[in-house]
């Protein structure tokens, strides 16, 4: 596997493939605005003038893209990957999808003799430019043995889960988690400043003990000065607390606490705070909202 | 400040005591069983036959006790602290209480011209016994500053948070934090097995990103084994989610998700599950309850 | 608007079929099972052996079905009603279904030249038979000025809501109200059991001031006796509130109660209480739950 | 018992006390502000100085007070009833406490030898003029029969449930009740204006089926034109849902929506709806709080 595809190059796919080109495989890259191909063209990658260019140029074919629309787009297009894999041939879908559209895809994958694994990553710009990712894959096993020295690139750290769908579910449950410790986060700075303490001494006993973990450490200063540019927009983990939510309901698994702070983001997408970072969820609990009779 | 009284010696008093001890202190430990005094005696406390023998013998006394009932008796009953306690002497109340038993507290020590801190800490009984707690200090801020060198015997880190009340205020805070991300593991993890997700890799890819925290690392494990030997009780994290849950009401600050965190925890007090570690919560998460027509 | 056409013959379909029969008008009856016609045959009503022999035979044909799924088979499927719609002709579904599903049948029968109305319907069997029902309108509001006739018969009042979807909407803000009241009656009950309170007395007084309503009086005393024969499946119930959470979430409504309520139902389905009446739900609020070190 | 002593003449209390003036009683009255005494003494009522003028003139003494306070400061103050209450004297405290108040009063009293009834009712201002109230009593049982004659002018119906506070309880369980309903009324409302449906039409619909009662009907218009005069101040609707989740933490009952919906109304507390009625919760579920980046 010296040949590798690369869809998508945004954020986090731009980082990923330099590391691939950097550790000396031959990348075959696309986008949609066919400039961002640039910067990996100067870096040694070649470029595809189409999906399917990419794929062809290549043993796997790597997507990392937006959202489920573009990873349902790019692999069942006219023009997408299914519509030119050749049987044996290799599909690794890294996008963070809902476990329907891994599934839609393996599925289609299948139908044409194809290879897939799905691979959703955790961790954000910063990791995705250093290698240091995580991982999540799930489907052929084969595929994810052979996949290995490229995850190494990409990534500290992969682990299998078993079928297709499941790697959409880790990444739903972690980031529900992080919703959640988001929305306690919020309530406890919001509370300590109601009750007249310091928050940057709160924020200290916090990460003082059992529950110091890196994003207290990362938003709680940002919640006190309430400034949010987007690391992770708030929208995004309000669908992905939805999507959370949705599989609970699924699987028949009670989530009270999940589905609680899904509401006060919800509130806070309501408030028009979407594009902001999810920590600025802390907006609509510290909110004097004033009214009067 | 070289002589100390120091009441109360349970799982974390007799740790603190024998601290101060190795420090150099003199110490005159007192506890309401008097068998708990021995090991501390043989280190090099005295022993007080009485709360108000220690409280004569020392410069400052430190109290640590099991709950607020306690630290009311002990302080305000007929043989207690303020009943003997000179105009100038100092009491530190280092026991986990409420705000309102606070300022009960040290309102009585003050009307007798005595001088009062309260400092509850955060940490448990290894921390206590390795000197590197906590200290979550309010009130007399003079008295403050000349318990800096004792402070740093006890714990590695302390902080001082303005009024008598607002020490007990951060303890519930930080608590209530604890608790809730308790709820949001104890979810994740229903989710996670009801998805036939292996629970070990969920709990490494937790572990491996932003919201890795040594809670997660410590319970996540004793969650999947369902082994829940009580290092904090769950009837007393509990009460700590009824505490912050009425301190919000008492501040009209709203914590939903709080709120909702507590509801489930008092689901396993019902459940006989108060005795257990706080951890034992993931049960009735995971309850498949078993009913019919 | 003289013939009609019937399609879906079960609890609720049978019921008002018979009413049109009764009230002179010429209805023509389809049902999958053939066997649930042989009733309203004897009443007066044709048979059709097919969908669309129903729909040929008739002005108007109405649609009352188990679900959405059952919903868009009938209307959509290669042997269904848009499939040989004439110009002009009108189809009204009288179905619960999403604002989606109502949405996708109304395009359909639009782009054939055809006429729709939604109009799902508040109430169960003894209203459907009684033709007491509240009929919930929405889309041609021409078609629903010549419908009044027909809904005269079938319901005791109709109301139109603007375009198609906005009828399954209050369908679905009906069902959330409900199973919340539901909810607060059980957690209602459950502590005034809790705390020794006669139940029936209990009940006695909620049916005495202003939040006195048929359901509390219905099911209250079905909770004290824990018997619960479905009226309203539980899971049918926790299907709707899941829709109107998702409504929510479409809308960017927050929804803290109801959304707290699903949790609560999704509970007393994992514990197999689906086919029970939804007042089942009660059972998992009273639950002790049985647990131990 | 035709010599009743009535203290307390708020809104409540006047049209109590005249309904038992009318019904030809020895009323003696008694209020903080003796010009509230005025209407009563036109109508016949005999005006007392002082507390225990009343309670000396009267075989049984009612109260009716603001809150739990004002309650204890009448029974155990001073110049209060237990004071001066002699051995087989009857004093029924018909104001709304919480359990442990109502506890307390019974002890003293009954620690002078005095017959106790705790009675809160359910209704408020136009049922006390009207003579339509429910009363909630217990306690003394034989003193409950003597007292029917009284509370057949008072009220439409009378309960008794048990030992003093049950009664608190009850009245408890019915607030927290309403104030549910009152949420959930609030969020089916936002719902549907955020889907474009007329709100009137979705209250008729609300008001034809199993749901309707007297609460929205009343409450629903006032929300929909945002008017919200105080018939029950949202304030006191808080406080009752802050101790109906504290008698669940008590009792170990989970009660998930009812603490839920206390969240919501902190938070309309802390946007200054505390004097509007408590409907004003509507406000801030159908908040757009405008926020932006």
Same mark, same amino acid.
């Given at each position: 596997m010296r040949k590798i595809g690369f869809l998508g190059l945004g954020i986090m796919g731009r980082g990923m493939a330099a590391n691939l080109v950097r550790a000396g495989y031959q990348v075959t890259v696309w986008n949609r605005?066919?400039? !961002?191909c640039d910067p990996l063209v100067e870096l040694g990658a070649r470029r595809a003038g189409s999906i399917q260019e990419a794929v062809r140029a290549s043993e796997v074919t790597i997507a990392m893209l937006a959202d489920p629309a573009a990873s349902r787009d790019v692999a069942?297009?006219?023009?997408?990957v299914v519509a030119c894999l050749q049987p044996g041939q290799a599909y690794v879908d890294m996008s963070t999808v809902d476990p329907d559209t891994a599934r839609t895809i393996a599925d289609a994958v299948n139908r044409v003799g194809g290879r897939f694994l799905e691979a959703p990553v955790s961790g954000s710009r910063k990791p995705a430019e250093e290698g240091t990712l995580v991982i999540l894959a799930a489907g052929d096993t084969e595929l994810y043995r052979e996949m290995q020295p490229v995850f190494e690139v990409l990534g500290k750290k992969n682990l299998h889960f078993g079928e297709v769908g499941q790697a959409a579910a880790v990444k739903l449950i972690v980031n529900m988690t992080m919703g959640g410790m988001m929305g306690l986060l919020a309530e406890a700075l919001a509370l300590g400043q109601n009750c007249g303490i310091d928050g940057q001494a709160l924020l200290e006993v916090l990460d003082s003990? !059992?529950?110091?973990?890196p994003m207290f450490r990362l938003k709680g200063p940002r919640i006190l000065v309430d400034?949010?540019?987007?690391?992770?927009?708030l929208k995004h983990m309000q669908k992905d607390l939805r999507l959370a939510v949705g599989l609970g309901d699924e699987r028949q698994q009670t989530l009270p606490t999940v589905a609680c702070v899904n509401e006060t983001f919800k509130r806070a997408l309501a408030a028009?705070?979407?594009?902001?970072?999810?920590? !600025?969820?802390a907006r609509v609990l510290q909110a004097r909202e004033g009214g009067g009779p």
């Open positions: 605005t066919p400039r !961002a069942l297009g006219p023009d997408g003990g !059992a529950v110091a973990n400034q949010h540019d987007p690391h992770f927009p028009g705070l979407g594009d902001c970072d999810f920590a !600025a969820v």
